[in-house]
């Protein structure tokens, strides 16, 4: 389902034993007992991988491009201040939300101002979903507008079918 290359190894490794491929969709998209139950699933498979061995990664960093929280979006995120790139539960213990949409998280006052001018259309407009893991990213990017894509042309290809009147 997801081509090779695109989703990181213990990402995809999870999407061939799990039955679903999660993608953050806002807060209102799964329920918390949902979240909760996808997100112990989906990090259980990401566990047996890291068991496996066959990935020298450190665990951190496999977790980081894996786990996924009660909302689907990355378990350990990344301060979103420009450049920076600490990694929670690697850099920094906790990445601090903004207290105003309580998705975007910084690790410092410094990095959240300094974010402000590009953040400030997104935290009002409440559009916002959860911080992606990079494989989300990427399959969200690639895969599901080539999906739409071919249900665009199942649709044409169906309505040129159409018997003429
Ligand atoms: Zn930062
Ligand atoms: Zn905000």
Redesign the pocket.
Same mark, same amino acid.
């Given at each position: 389902m997801v081509p090779s290359g695109l989703a990181d190894p213990a990402f995809a490794y999870a999407i061939s034993k799990a039955d679903f491929c999660p993608i953050p969709r806002g807060r209102s998209f799964v329920s918390k007992e949902e979240g909760t139950e996808l997100s112990d699933v989906w990090n259980g498979f990401v566990d047996e991988y890291i068991a496996q061995g066959s990935d020298e990664r450190p665990r951190v960093e496999i977790e980081r491009a894996a786990k996924i929280n009660t909302h689907c979006g990355a378990l350990f995120r990344v301060c979103e201040g420009p450049s920076c790139g600490k990694l929670e539960g690697r850099d920094v213990e906790r990445l601090s939300l @903004?207290s105003?949409?309580k998705?975007?998280v910084y690790c410092s006052r410094t990095c959240q101002a300094a974010s402000w001018k590009e953040?400030k259309e997104q @935290?009002s407009s409440g559009s916002r979903v959860e911080q992606m893991l990079p494989s989300q990213a990427a399959i969200q990017e690639h895969v599901f507008p080539a999906l739409w894509k071919d249900a665009l042309n199942l649709t044409h290809h169906v309505l040129s079918k159409a018997p003429e009147k």
């Open positions: @903004c105003k949409c998705i975007a953040h @935290c």
